[in-house]
């Protein structure tokens, strides 16, 4: 069981990033997702997720119309978006899953699985 997270780099304030997390050894469309990120000296901070089977999206404040998670079952990845980058997005990005119900989604505690990370830098 796996979650192998990719997409992440450098990139200018105004930038667009899409970061990725492909699942191996389960199936993801039967958890809800989530989208975690950690900088440098804070604690995690949740980011966006999705529920299942409905697909229902929830963000953050921080990232609310910037941001874009999005799931492609046939691939077994899920995706997020992110637009108009901020310094302040600065952060190592963390894709988890969650099998459970409710899906209490902005609890880092309530997923199962999670992605090795992928460091996102917005510096000009």
């Known amino acids: 069981v796996q979650l192998q997270a990719s997409g992440g780099g450098l990139v200018q304030p105004g930038g667009s990033l899409r970061l990725s997390c492909v699942a191996s050894g389960f199936t993801l469309g039967y958890f809800g997702i989530g989208w975690f990120r950690q900088a440098p000296g804070k604690e995690r901070e949740w980011v966006s997720s999705m529920s299942t089977p409905d697909g229902k999206t929830y963000y953050a404040e921080s990232v609310k119309g910037r941001f874009t998670i999005s799931r492609d079952n046939d691939e077994n990845t899920v995706n997020l978006q992110m637009s108009s980058l901020k310094p302040e997005d600065t952060a190592v990005y963390y894709c988890?899953?969650?099998?459970?119900?409710?899906?209490?989604?902005?609890?880092?505690?309530?997923?199962?699985?999670w992605g090795q990370g992928t460091q996102v830098t917005v510096s000009s």
């Open positions: 988890a899953a969650d099998r459970r119900l409710p899906f209490y989604y902005s609890n880092g505690e309530q997923y199962d699985y």
